[in-house]
C-alpha cells in the first residue's frame, strides 16, 4: 500500500530537493518530513489550497509507502474529520507536502547562521 500519483509544483519540488541536499536526506524521507510539518500545522479541517500546478511535478506511486503512508493517511482523515476515498488522500497529501515544504523553508532562511538547522526544524 502507498501513495498515488500525486502532482506537486515545480516550486515545491525544488524546495524539496534543497532541504533533501541540505539535511542530507532521500526525497521519500524529505516527503514524509513535509507531510508532517504540514499536518502538524493544520488547525482542524481546510480546504486545499491551489499552489501554481502549470509547471507541475509527478510525484510516483508508492514513493511514500507502507507504514508511512498508512500513518499519514490516518492522520489526514483525523485531521479533516471525514472519511476519504484515496484520490481525495491522495490531494491532501499533496497539499500537505506543498504547506510543509514551505514551512521547512521559511524556517530554514530565518534561521541564525550558528543554529543547528536540524534541531530547529524539529522545534518549530
Given at each position: 500500500m502507498g501513495n498515488k500519483k500525486l502532482h506537486i509544483s515545480a516550486e515545491g519540488?525544488?524546495?524539496?530537493?534543497?532541504?533533501?541536499?541540505?539535511?542530507?536526506?532521500?526525497?521519500?524521507?524529505?516527503?514524509?518530513?513535509?507531510?508532517a510539518k504540514g499536518i502538524s500545522m493544520s488547525t482542524g479541517p481546510a480546504f486545499i489550497e491551489t499552489f501554481d500546478l502549470k509547471n507541475k511535478w509527478e510525484l510516483g506511486e508508492n514513493v511514500?509507502?507502507?507504514?508511512?503512508?498508512?500513518?499519514?493517511?490516518?492522520?489526514?482523515?483525523?485531521?479533516?474529520?471525514?472519511?476519504?476515498?484515496?484520490d481525495e488522500i491522495?490531494?491532501?497529501?499533496?497539499?500537505?507536502?506543498?504547506?510543509?515544504?514551505?514551512?521547512?523553508?521559511?524556517i530554514k532562511k530565518d534561521k541564525a547562521s550558528i543554529e543547528n538547522l536540524r534541531l530547529l526544524l524539529l522545534e518549530k
Amino acid at each position: 500500500m502507498g501513495n498515488k500519483k500525486l502532482h506537486i509544483s515545480a516550486e515545491g519540488k525544488l524546495l524539496i530537493d534543497e532541504i533533501s541536499s541540505i539535511l542530507d536526506f532521500s526525497r521519500p524521507d524529505t516527503l514524509c518530513f513535509a507531510i508532517a510539518k504540514g499536518i502538524s500545522m493544520s488547525t482542524g479541517p481546510a480546504f486545499i489550497e491551489t499552489f501554481d500546478l502549470k509547471n507541475k511535478w509527478e510525484l510516483g506511486e508508492n514513493v511514500i509507502d507502507g507504514k508511512n503512508y498508512l500513518l499519514f493517511k490516518h492522520l489526514i482523515i483525523q485531521e479533516q474529520q471525514k472519511i476519504m476515498n484515496e484520490d481525495e488522500i491522495s490531494k491532501y497529501m499533496a497539499h500537505y507536502i506543498e504547506l510543509g515544504v514551505r514551512k521547512l523553508n521559511e524556517i530554514k532562511k530565518d534561521k541564525a547562521s550558528i543554529e543547528n538547522l536540524r534541531l530547529l526544524l524539529l522545534e518549530k
